[in-house]
């Protein structure tokens, strides 16, 4: 913890709500130093509804970058048109979701 605060980072009077261990503030990032994770203070209600909305997109983006990384490999293998007319479509359709949730994102 000594190194934390000589490195400039500020002690906070939260503590971890998993270990119990005080968080740190450091490059505007709130963080527990013994779980070494990130951590977010959440002052009321509709900050926690903004938070859990952050957290469903970012889960989206991965399941659809996922998604797309997959059917990008299936297409290397494919040789039949109405498959390959599927798969593309359905990776089309994937960016224009993923591009809204970014849209999303970016708008709060």
């Known amino acids: 913890m000594a190194d ?3 490195s400039g980072a500020v002690m906070l009077p939260e503590s971890c709500p998993v270990c119990g261990s ?18 977010a203070i959440i002052k009321g209600p509709e ?3 903004k938070l859990k909305i952050d957290q ?13 990384w997959e059917a990008n490999v299936a297409i290397e293998g494919e040789g039949d048109p109405e498959k390959l007319s599927y798969l593309t479509k359905m990776i ?3 960016l ?3 591009e809204k949730i970014r849209k999303m994102k970016g708008g709060r």
């Open 47 to 49: 900050e926690e509804t």
């Open 22 to 39: 005080p968080l740190f503030k450091f490059k505007g990032e709130v963080f527990c130093a013994k779980c070494e994770k990130p951590v």
């Open 4 to 6: 934390l605060l000589k």
């Open 92 to 94: 089309h359709d994937w």
């Open 56 to 68: 469903t997109l970012s889960f989206v983006e991965q399941n659809l970058l996922k998604k797309i």
């Open 96 to 98: 224009t979701i993923l």
